[in-house]
């Protein structure tokens, strides 16, 4: 703002500085000077309904909405003249007119903007003494509750469907007395980013539906942490009464979750007091598992460990989630190099390790510089599902005119307009390939394609655009191909001059990937340490039937291992039947820690809740390990001691996507009549949201369970919704999925999410399969 | 800016319009549509949802069905939560099965001063129905409407799209018996 762009308003007596035609509210509001509102939210459009924000300007007969009224140079505005207070008060009236007073019964009382206002501005007693209006409660779906007696009408939540969330849900129906919010004909809203609407109403009628009737919001502390389930690593209030998580609310941080806060964020915290969490120490005695205390199980796990390694310290393999802090990555590493393994990975779904690696993967950019794209190229990924966050800021830049191109092997539900180029997993690469020679690439399997018209003008428009991007994700991540597809990428987005990003997997993909949780010299990655099965495994916070590229392969290295150490917030059959010994690991929320978000912001938290029964911290865990294996250098007394040491180390780091392409890598994915195509589902990305019961009752997670293929390729296999099918794979047991035609699945491929029940039968993520009905 | 300042639409148009309507009702919309800007087709809501309730649709005009709306909605590719909300707002909006004839009786100042009291009693009385039912035989439906612009005319009331001016119960019966 300089100097003559800023005009003087006067309010309260009080001399504002102001942008010109910014709006009154605005200007109060970056002052300190309140003024009572319920309809005005920042993000959102402005509406001017409910007519609370009512004030007075100087030679204007009556009363203007702060929020509609634009500033002018010399303005003279009071919020609290009698005029204003009347008209302030008339509104607050008017509000009370139909709302009821069930405060006590209200969850959203003690914390109602409503409640707040009244106070200040309501009468002790109603002057209306006719009947109030009654609203019957749709039920839209498992995350949000309804009590639309209590609605003031401010549509803070239609506008936030049209605007945000991108599809318009909820509506005002009827009008007049008989306006309603709501969806009209009941059904679920099936927005990732629903549950925002529970903030943005004022008043009770949309609430948490987990959390309802639980507490009251003076009962609860509020502790700060940072989301873990992707790389966003959205800011969050926790909200705890008597040291239990009941709820998780976004704090504001418009770098990274603006004002937002995905439904996965924000329901996860479920599984905290899921039926199955681990809360003793476990081990198996003669294929029992019995509960011990912390010695006798750490005292195995390092027995075990070393007995595995005998001589021979790459006879064991560590695989960590991506979605481990900092601290815990680090101890993980130190501990298996100081057993002399150099076999280490975070990069658990990823199935092709062709190709030199990009040094530390990442957005490539900062979150916020998402929506300035005038075009961003998105390969192998569905960032509205994957990272909620991040596909929200890539609609923003869609809807203020950036094109958006996505390269898939099937068609994407998307909330904004976007060019989709579909086909089946392998001709998917091909057409990567096709953009690449366009962009002017010779070598490799560009030679055998003759490049189409529109890959040429989209990489014209590519060259030419001022800000593009060439994103690559999990899908990609995941293809037999990787290596073949990253490369293609990145020969496109440096043709074209274009910046490249990674979306990185889990929420400190980018940490793990800056410490090295990577092979080491002549070490085994993800993949090729269960495809040579070793001696020994340290799972940290996985479950191998679900974390895996390939969980057929991984369960059956696993089994074979001598001993399996698993330090797991969770209990699950399948770490039962493979493991020998399971530590129980305290969660993200009750645990300090470090991550890496995606654009390379490193956010610290502290353990807002206690861990659930006898779980530990993992890194008190890795360090009693590492000192009970005679391993130096393991006397931590603090979470911060090891972050300060993992810091040193990362010495002056940074993310970097840099790699030396390499032309020859070739096409491997054979041709099949059938080639799967395994998602990772929003809801199925991590321990703890596959154990949210909110999250797994939404469309997403259920529509997540069927396997779907080409109504074509249906009616060819003679299969109609509904029919049982078994799927076989090579090297994997049979599984049974219910079928369901649907035309985003290209011919020739079969859409079957991995990380979902039934799929830890199953191998790779893509490849043939073979199905038949049951 | 927001969703009233951009044209509202789904992110995709979905394919099949060919299979919506009637060629007579599709070019009574793309007339509306082509009246303004290409993207704006969500102003020729008001008139599309005139167009199928006025047609036969399934064989009961006069209503706009749960699947009319929809229709309505997928042809003009907007969200249905969009059309919902402009069929609910509208009362010349029928949401459910009407009538043959729909009696719309202006109770609004000029006509109750004039005596429109009297008009609506006497067609209650007549037709054996209060306001917003329907005879047993699907005849008639009686409605109650606001000022319909025709004060000097007052008491008034419309049927169908014709305007009957300066009623009396004797007019009333005339009228109706003149309908088939």
């Known amino acids: ?774 | 800016m927001g969703f009233k300042m951009q044209p509202m639409t789904v992110p995709e148009p979905a394919p099949g319009k060919d299979q919506l309507f009637t060629p007579e009702i599709r070019a009574e919309i793309d007339r509306w549509i082509a009246k303004y800007p290409a993207e704006w087709k969500q102003s020729a809501l008001m008139a599309a949802l005139v167009a199928v309730q006025d047609a036969d649709t399934d064989n009961n005009p006069g209503w706009l069905s749960q699947k009319d709306l929809d229709d309505v909605a997928h042809y003009l590719d907007l969200p249905p939560i969009a059309v919902y909300e402009v069929a609910t707002f509208y009362s010349m909006y029928e949401l459910k099965p009407v009538g043959r004839h729909k009696i719309c009786v202006c109770t609004n100042v000029s006509c109750m001063a004039c005596g429109s009291d009297e008009i609506v009693s006497h067609l209650e009385g007549k037709l054996g129905i209060k306001l917003g039912q329907t005879t047993e035989d699907g005849h008639y439906t009686l409605k109650e409407v606001e000022c319909l612009g025709a004060c000097g005319g007052a008491p008034m009331f419309q049927i169908g799209k014709q305007y009957y001016e300066n009623l009396t119960p004797d007019r009333v019966d005339e009228i109706l018996d003149g309908l088939e």
């Open chain 1, 1 to 774: 703002m300089t100097e003559e762009s800023t005009i003087t308003i006067e309010v309260d007596g009080r001399a504002l500085k102001a942008a010109p035609g910014a709006m009154l509210i605005d200007v109060c509001d970056a002052a300190g000077i309140h003024i009572p509102r319920f309809c005005y939210h920042r993000k959102l459009s402005l509406s001017a309904n409910c007519r609370m924000c009512l004030v007075e300007v100087e030679k204007v007969p009556r009363p203007l909405p702060a929020c509609v009224t634009p500033v002018n140079d010399g303005m003279k505005v009071t919020t609290n003249s009698p005029m204003a207070v009347e008209a302030q008060k008339g509104a607050m009236e008017f509000l009370l007119i139909n709302h009821p007073l069930d405060c006590p019964i209200c969850d959203q009382g003690g914390e109602c903007e409503l409640q707040d206002v009244a106070l200040g501005y309501g009468s002790d007693a109603s002057r209306y003494a006719e009947a109030k209006r009654v609203v019957a409660d749709p039920d839209i779906g498992p995350l949000v509750a309804t009590d639309l007696t209590r609605c003031i009408h401010c549509t803070r939540c239609v506008r936030f469907g049209a605007e945000i969330a991108g599809i318009r849900e909820l509506g005002a129906t009827g009008r007049g007395d008989h306006m309603t919010i709501g969806t009209y004909v009941e059904h679920a809203m099936g927005s990732e980013l629903a549950g925002n609407v529970i903030d943005l109403c004022p008043v009770g009628a949309l609430t948490s539906k987990p959390f309802r009737f639980q507490a009251r919001a003076w009962e609860m502390v509020q502790r700060d942490g940072i989301a873990a389930h992707d790389g966003v690593g959205s800011n969050v209030h926790y909200h705890l009464r008597r040291d239990q998580i009941l709820r998780v609310h976004p704090k504001d941080n418009e770098a990274v979750n603006e004002c937002w806060l995905s439904d996965r964020d924000r329901f996860s915290y479920q599984a905290l007091s899921a039926a199955d969490r681990l809360l003793k120490p476990l081990v198996k005695q003669g294929g029992e598992w019995r509960e011990t205390d912390w010695q006798s199980a750490l005292e195995a796990a390092a027995q075990g460990l070393a007995q595995a390694r005998g001589d021979d310290g790459n006879q064991l393999g560590g695989l960590l989630s991506p979605s481990a802090s900092l601290e815990e990555l680090y101890l993980a590493k130190k501990l298996m190099r100081g057993l002399g393994s150099a076999n280490l990975d975070h990069r658990l779904r990823q199935a092709d390790f062709r190709g030199d690696p990009p040094k530390v993967p990442w957005l490539g950019g900062p979150i916020a510089e998402l929506e300035e794209q005038d075009l961003v190229v998105i390969i192998g990924a569905n960032p509205r599902k994957d990272q909620p966050l991040l596909g929200h800021r890539i609609r923003k830049a869609a809807m203020k005119g950036a094109e958006v191109v996505y390269f898939n092997p099937l068609k994407l539900d998307l909330n904004y307009r976007a060019a989709q180029w579909v086909a089946n997993p392998r001709d998917w690469v091909l057409e990567v390939a096709n953009l690449a020679k366009a962009a002017g690439v010779r070598k490799g399997v560009v030679n055998k394609i003759k490049v189409a018209d529109h890959h040429k003008e989209l990489f014209k428009r590519l060259k030419a655009a001022d800000k593009a991007l060439v994103l690559v994700g999990d899908l990609a991540m995941g293809h037999p191909d990787y290596g073949l597809l990253r490369c293609l990428a990145a020969q496109v987005a440096e043709a074209a001059g274009a910046r490249l990003g990674f979306l990185t997997p889990g929420a400190n993909g980018v940490g793990a990937a800056l410490l090295g949780v990577t092979p080491g010299e002549g070490g085994l990655d993800a993949q090729a340490m269960l495809a040579e099965p070793r001696k020994g495994y340290l799972l940290l916070g996985i479950d191998p039937g679900f974390d895996l590229e390939n969980p057929a392969q991984g369960l059956n290295a696993l089994m074979k291992a001598e001993c399996v150490v698993a330090l797991s917030s969770f209990r699950s059959p399948d770490l039962e039947t493979v493991a020998d010994v399971i530590l129980p690991l305290a969660a993200a929320p009750e645990s300090a820690g470090t991550f890496f978000n995606i654009e390379g912001t490193q956010q610290g938290f502290n353990g807002a809740a206690p861990p659930a029964g006898e779980a530990r911290p993992g890194w008190k865990i890795l360090r009693v390990l590492g000192n009970l294996m005679n391993l130096g250098g393991f006397d931590f007394n603090t979470p911060l001691q090891v972050r300060d040491e993992a810091l040193g180390m990362l010495g002056d780091a940074a993310p970097d996507n840099g790699f030396e392409p390499d032309p020859a890598l070739e096409l491997t994915l054979p041709e099949a009549e059938l080639l799967r195509i395994g998602e990772l589902p929003i809801y199925s990305v991590d321990p703890m949201v596959r154990r949210a019961p909110a999250l797994q009752a939404t469309a997403d997670a259920q529509d997540a369970a069927y396997l779907r293929l080409n109504p074509e390729d249906a009616k060819r296999l003679g299969f109609t919704a509904g029919d049982r099918i078994t799927v076989s794979q090579p090297q994997a047991r049979k599984a049974v999925f219910e079928a369901r035609p649907d035309p985003a699945v290209p011919q020739g491929a079969v859409a079957l999410c991995t990380a979902i029940p039934g799929s830890q039968a199953l191998a790779g993520r893509f490849g043939e399969v073979t199905l038949e009905k049951a």
